[in-house]
C-alpha cells in the first residue's frame, strides 16, 4: 500500500513479459478455433448443397454442368494435401450417391437395350455422353461382361449385335467397344471349349479343365486369351488344396497308380512345386509296368476266422466250425503263400463299365506285369449271436488309431480287440507290409446280410427278433434296445463302413436273410431284396455285386435275376472249386473258391497253397 494526499492506493506490480505472451497466444488459439469453426460451417453448408445441385443439373439435362460438380469434389478427394488430415468421409458418400444416381439410369437403360430392344433416345446419348467417364467406365465394364456372357453363352450373338450397334459410336465407348466388337467371331468360335472348361470347372474335374484352358489359350489371342488365362489361373488356385489331399490320401491307401497320374499331372500344372515332385517320386517307387490280363482270375471267399482255436476246438467244439471256418493261422499263411505266387489283388468292378444300367461293356483286367489277378471276398460279415461263442468274433470295432478290429471273449474270459483276429485288420497289415500285393489299393470285398445285424451290432427295429432267437438258441441274453440305442449302432456301422470303403474295401450284398436264391419265388426275391436296400443299403451306399449264399446263383435270363439287375446288382458270385467267369445279359458273373475246414482237407487248392503248409495243426484231430 501506497499513500498519496493522505489516502492509501493499492499498487499492483508491473506483469511479466512471459504472461503477457501467453495471453496473446490464448487469443491467437481462440481465434484461430473461431476461424475453422466459421470455415467448417461454411464447408459443411457447401457440401450440403451439392448434391441437390447435382440432381437439379440433372433433372434439367444440364449434365456439362453435373460432370463438372463430379469433376470437382473428386479432384479435392484426389488432390488433397497430404498433410491435411480433415475426415472426407462426407465428401467421399457424396462421391458415392452421385454415382449411385448416374448408375440408377444407365442401368435401366441398359436393360432396356438388352431385354426390349430399346432404341436409346437423343437425351439418352446426350445424357451417357455429357457424363463422360461417369457413363463410359460402367458401359465398358458392361460390354465387356456382355463379351464374357457370350463366351459363356448366357446370350446370343444377335443381342450382342444389338447392343453394341445402339452403343458403340457414343464418343466415350468407342476406342473400347470398336476392339470388343471385332473379337465377337473368335469368341463365337472359341464358345464350345471354354464352356466345357468351365463345366469341368464347376464339377471339381479340374486337371481336365486346366488342359481345356490350355488349349483355349493356344488357339486364341486377345479378349478369349486373357480370359482363358485368367480362369486358368483361378482354377490352379482352387484346385491345389483339395488335389494335394486327394494325392496324400491315395498314398495313404497305397494308390499308388492314381497317385502316380494324378500327381504327374500335377507336376506338369505346378512344375516348381518340391513337395508334389517329392510325393511323385514316393509313387513312382511303388509301381511297376501294367498290361493287360487275359488269363483266369482267382476268386477266394472265406466267412469270419476262428480267432480263438482253444474255444474252437478244445473248449467248445462245434463240427461246423470246423467245417465251414478256417482259423486266423491258416488265413494268414494263404496269404502268405498266394503273395509268393505272384498274385495280386484286383477290383473285379474293373472288368467291366457299369455306367450304363441297361448295357456293360467288358474290359480286360489290367495288373503289374509279372503279377496274376486275385479277388478275395469276405462273405457274411454281419456276425450271427451264435459265434462269439465258438471262439470267433462278435463284432467289428474302430480301435484308438481308426483300424479295423475283431472283437472276441477268449478262452479265459477277456475280450480281446485286435486287427489280428479277423481278415480284414490281417489283410489290410500283409498289404501295409506288402503293398505291391493289392493294385492301386484293393483289399476285397465284404458282403453283408442283414437279418441279425450288421458287423456284430443291431441297426433296425426289424432285426431284435432274429436276434433275440439266436441269442435264446445260443444260451445268451436277448436284448432290447432302445431307438437311441439302435440309432446309435447305425452310427457306428457307419463309421466302419466309412473307413472300410476308404481304405479299399467294397461293400457287397449276400441278401438281407442269408436265403437260398435260387430255391425262393419271386415274392420271397423282391421282399428280400427291398429290405436290403432298406436296412443294409442305407449305411453302405449304393452296391453292385451280389455274393450268392452258398453258391446258389439265379440264371441270368431268369425273371428273377433280372429284377436284381434292375435294382443296381450288375456283378454275382457263385461257387466253385476252379477260376472261372462269364459276361452275361448286362451281368458279369464269377465263381468263387470256398476256403472251409472241409475244403482245405478234401479239395486241391494246390494252385494257391500247399495244404500241408497252411493246415492249422489244431484241427490235427477233426481231420
Known sequence: MMEFGGHSVAYEKPRSMGMWIMIGLGIASLVAMFAIMVFVTKDS?????????????????????????????????????????????????????????????????????????????????????????????????????????????????????FIFDQLEGLSNLTAAARPLRAEIDQIELSRGDVQSAETLFADANYIEAVKYYEYVISMSEGFVNDFAKKRLEDCKTEMYQPMMKIADHMLANFQYYSAETLLSDLARIFPDDQVIQSNLFMATSNTSPVAPYTGSVEVICVKPLIADTTVAFEMNYVSSTDSFFITVSEFKAILESLYAKGYCLVDPTNMADLSNPSFLTTFDIVVPEGKKPLVIILEDFSYTATREKVGMCRRLVLNDVGQVCGEYVSASGQTVVSRNSEAIGILDAFVEEHPDFSYNGVKGIISLTGYQSIFGYVTDADQVDDRNNALEAA??????????????????????????????????SSTYGFINANHCEMETIKNDTEKWLAQVGSITGPVNILVYPNGDFIRGSDARCVYLKDHGFRLFFGAGPSPYYTYGDNYLYYDRCMLTGDTLRNVDYSRLFNKEEVYDSSRKKNA
Open 45 to 161: 453448408q457447401r457440401l450440403a448443397g451439392i448434391m441437390p445441385g447435382f440432381n437439379e443439373a440433372l433433372d434439367k439435362h444440364d449434365y456439362d454442368h453435373a460432370l463438372s460438380m463430379y469433376r470437382d469434389l473428386n479432384d479435392t478427394i484426389i488432390n488433397r494435401d497430404p498433410d491435411d488430415d480433415r475426415d472426407l468421409s462426407e465428401e467421399y458418400e457424396i462421391l458415392t450417391q452421385m454415382e449411385a444416381r448416374v448408375n440408377e439410369r444407365v442401368e435401366m437403360i441398359e436393360n432396356k437395350i438388352r431385354y426390349e430392344r430399346y432404341q436409346p433416345t437423343q437425351d439418352d446419348i446426350a445424357f451417357l455422353e455429357g457424363l463422360s467417364e461417369l457413363t463410359g467406365a460402367r458401359m465398358t465394364n458392361w460390354l465387356t461382361g456382355l463379351c464374357e456372357e457370350f463366351l459363356l453363352g448366357t446370350i446370343e450373338k444377335p443381342t450382342l449385335m
Open 475 to 508: 444260451g445268451l441274453p436277448t436284448i432290447s434296445p432302445s431307438d437311441k440305442e439302435i440309432e446309435t449302432n447305425r452310427a457306428t456301422v457307419q463309421s466302419i463302413v466309412d473307413k472300410l470303403k476308404d481304405s479299399g474295401w467294397i461293400m457287397a
